[in-house]
C-alpha cells in the first residue's frame, strides 16, 4: 500500500488532527465551536462570495445546524476535513475557518473575520491545508472554485502557485457571477514549496 493511500485510510475515519502555522492554530471542528460561528460568520463581507447553499439571512441555529447536519457527518464520512482558526496569542477566540472537501472540483473553502484580514494569515492557513491535502491525505490534485470578482481569494491561490483551469458561471450568495476554477497538483505544489524554502 503506498504512503498515499495509507494516509487516505487512518484520515478517512472522521481523523482531523490539530495543525499550526507561524501565527494561527487550526482546531478540528467540534459542536462547542457553534456559538463562536454562530456570532463571527454571518457578515456580508465574510458569506456574499460563498456559494449560496450558505442560507442568507443565517438562521438564528445556523451554525449549529451546518455542524451537526453537515460537517461533522461529511467528517465522519471521511469525505472532509474542518478546521477553526485562533491565534495562537488568543487561541480560545474562533477568527475564521478552513475546510478539505473531496468533491470533484471543490476542495477547499475558507473565511476569515473581517478584522483580521488583510494580514497574510488565510495565505499561512491555506499553505497549510495544501500540505495536509498532499502530503497527509496523499490527493494528487487541489481544485478551488471562487467568484472572479473575489480578488482577495483569488490572490491567495495565485499566491499558492496555482493556475485558473476553467471558469464558468456560479450562484453565490450574492447572486450569480463569472467563476473559476483553479488547480494545482501534488508534484506542482511541492516543486513551489521547495522553491519557496529554497
Ligand atoms: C478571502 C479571505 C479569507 C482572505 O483572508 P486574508 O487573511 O485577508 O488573506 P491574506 O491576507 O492571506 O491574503 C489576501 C491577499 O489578497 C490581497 N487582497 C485583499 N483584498 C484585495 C482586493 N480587494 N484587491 C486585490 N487584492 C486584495 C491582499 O493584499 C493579499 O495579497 P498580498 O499578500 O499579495 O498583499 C478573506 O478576505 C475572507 O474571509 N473573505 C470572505 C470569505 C471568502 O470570500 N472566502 C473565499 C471563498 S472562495
Known amino acids: 500500500m503506498s504512503a498515499a493511500a495509507s494516509g487516505r485510510d487512518c484520515y478517512h475515519r472522521g481523523m482531523t488532527s490539530e495543525g499550526q502555522t507561524a501565527r494561527l492554530l487550526l482546531r478540528p471542528l467540534a459542536l462547542e465551536d457553534a456559538a463562536q460561528i454562530q456570532e463571527v ?3 456580508w ?3 456574499r462570495y460563498l456559494r449560496n ?7 438564528l441555529d445556523g451554525a449549529r445546524h451546518y455542524i451537526e447536519n453537515i460537517a461533522l457527518p461529511a467528517i465522519a464520512r471521511g469525505e472532509e476535513w474542518h ?4 491565534l495562537k496569542s488568543a487561541p480560545d477566540r474562533l477568527i475564521g475557518y478552513i475546510a478539505l472537501a473531496n468533491a470533484e472540483g471543490h ?3 475558507f473565511w476569515l473575520a473581517p478584522p483580521w484580514q488583510g494580514q497574510g494569515l488565510m495565505s499561512e492557513a491555506a499553505a497549510w491545508s495544501s500540505d495536509f491535502w498532499f502530503d497527509v491525505l496523499g490527493f494528487p490534485v487541489l481544485r478551488v472554485p471562487k467568484a472572479a470578482q473575489n480578488l482577495a481569494s483569488r490572490r491567495i491561490s495565485e499566491k499558492n502557485g496555482m493556475r485558473i483551469v476553467c471558469t464558468g458561471e456560479q450562484d453565490y450568495v450574492c447572486g450569480r457571477l463569472s467563476s473559476e476554477t483553479w488547480e494545482i497538483t501534488a508534484e506542482e505544489w511541492r516543486a513551489w514549496r ?5
Open 41 to 43: 460568520f454571518p457578515h
Open 45 to 47: 463581507e465574510i458569506v
Open 53 to 59: 447553499t450558505v442560507p442568507w439571512p443565517y438562521p
Open 83 to 86: 478546521w477553526t482558526l485562533r
Open 107 to 109: 476542495n477547499r473553502g
Open 194 to 198: 521547495a522553491a519557496r524554502k529554497g
